[in-house]
């Protein structure tokens, strides 16, 4: 069976029914993204390869718990991906040492990033959006959000990390969230039949 | 926290993971019962399923794919029942609809008595050996109730609960097996609108030799060993 067609709900419907190829062509369209997500929050290359497998194995032992309604493929696979990896960094604890975290180390954009050719050109357009709207956040923003994000730190965590006023944490993070909204919004405004549009609620706030 | 105490402040840390357990809680209270807030944290939830796309492109090695087909071979070679591929002759399929039907209808009926039961018991023993254990609702989840079958050889075990709070997608339930303070994985799982879910224990070993059964909260995908907010605990044979 030819794979290459077959959208990412049906692949993960094949997959629930014991289908290896479908897991073969999932693996081909999603590896680089989980492991470069597992990578980029346990910063060691044979556990973030751990994470991407047991990501792909936890796919196919409940691939048919998968709701589609909730989130896309690809949003379930790096959910899955990074709560594993922030277990696995938070058991190791090693990184609370602040002396042991390079703050200098924390960028998530300005690397080399080739491109995937079994990546969609939907994803592709959609990281490089995403890449460009972080590195307009100003740097102390960047920074908290990412060790909040990636690393799993609290805002106390963070706050005691940076040596920064708790309040002023806080902040940066919400700011910066707020940023990236608005510039997502802007990039979905053209068109608002995307999969992710957001239904307008009443006025009143109430159901 | 009082339904129009909006948390629209806290929901961007909230989607992050980065509030305290005490100040999510509250958070994630809210959220229960305020639409508002609710579509406010679908849409930073959205926004924080961005920032996963930003991290820098690096491929794995190549050896990875054959790692991962290995491990699912070795899983698709696990020994299988052995009435798998029994077929019913195809002039006896009526009179085995009409069969399974009465088998289920008896079942239901007999899940009911048992049920009502379980109420005011923690173990029941069945007359063949199956027992039927009543799990502690805990303070992060006070309506909560939870039982735990397990088949007499302790080989095949059910665990159903009722009034669970659905969580959000980045979170599932995680059932653990425990021995001598050793936990192991019996399920992962989410519980639909109504809090109900029941689904298979599975263990390396019978149900028989582990002493009690926790449910926490862990995020998606299970963790390796229980990390978050306990929700049912029950003991199971050696209390």
Not at chain 2, 92 to 106: E, F, H, Q, R, S
Request: with cysteine; net charge negative; glycine share 6%.
């Amino acid at each position: 069976m030819n794979f290459k067609k077959s959208d990412h709900a049906a692949l993960i419907r094949l997959i629930a029914d014991e289908d290896t190829g479908a897991l073969e062509e999932l693996y081909a369209r999603y590896t680089r993204l989980v492991f470069s997500v597992a990578l980029t929050i346990v910063n060691d290359h044979s556990v973030a390869e751990e994470v991407a497998l047991d990501v792909f194995v936890h796919v196919w032992r409940g691939a048919a718990t998968y709701r589609p309604e909730r989130a896309k493929v690809s949003t379930w696979l790096v959910a899955i991906a990074r709560h594993h990896a922030i277990d696995i960094l938070r058991r190791q604890r090693a990184r609370l040492d602040a002396k042991s975290l390079n703050l200098d180390d924390i960028s998530l954009v300005g690397d080399s990033n080739t491109a995937d050719p079994e990546e969609s050109a939907e994803l592709t357009s959609q990281r490089e959006y995403i890449r460009g709207a972080v590195a307009q956040l100003p740097a102390e923003q960047k920074q908290a959000l990412i060790l909040a994000y990636f690393s799993g730190y609290t805002h106390q965590q963070i706050s005691e990390l940076l040596e920064q006023p708790l309040g002023t944490v806080k902040t940066r993070i919400r700011i910066a969230m707020q940023k990236l909204r608005q510039l997502l919004l802007q990039e979905d405004e053209p068109s608002d039949k995307s999969e992710d549009a957001q239904v307008a609620y009443p006025i009143d706030g109430k159901e | 926290m009082l339904k129009d105490n909006h948390v629209l402040e806290s929901i961007p840390a909230y989607v992050l993971g980065s509030l305290g357990d005490d100040e999510a809680r509250l958070v994630a209270e809210h959220i229960r019962v305020c639409y508002l807030c609710r579509k406010e944290l679908d849409a930073y939830q959205i926004v924080a399923d961005q920032l996963s796309l930003a991290v820098p492109d690096v491929p794995p090695s190549v050896e990875l794919k054959s790692r991962l087909m290995e491990r699912i071979q070795s899983l698709k070679n696990k020994p299988v029942s052995r009435f798998e591929g029994w077929r019913l002759p195809r002039r006896l399929i009526p009179a085995g609809i009409l069969a399974g039907l009465l088998l289920i209808v008896l079942l239901a009926f007999s899940n009911l008595l048992l049920w009502q039961r379980l109420k005011n018991l923690d173990v029941l023993t069945g007359p063949l050996g199956m027992r039927a254990i009543a799990l502690q609702n805990t303070d992060e989840s006070p309506g909560a109730s939870g039982f735990v079958i397990v088949g007499a050889d302790g080989q095949n075990g059910v665990l159903v609960v009722d009034q669970l709070p659905p969580l959000d997608e980045a979170h599932e339930y995680q059932a653990w097996l425990e021995r001598a303070g050793t936990y192991t994985n019996g399920a992962i799982f989410s519980v639909d609108k109504s809090g109900y879910r029941g689904v298979r224990l599975t263990a390396p070993e019978s149900l028989l030799k582990y002493s009690s059964v926790q449910v926490t909260i862990e995020p998606a995908g299970g963790s390796e060993a229980p990390m978050g907010r306990q929700v049912l605990t029950g003991s199971l044979f050696n209390p």
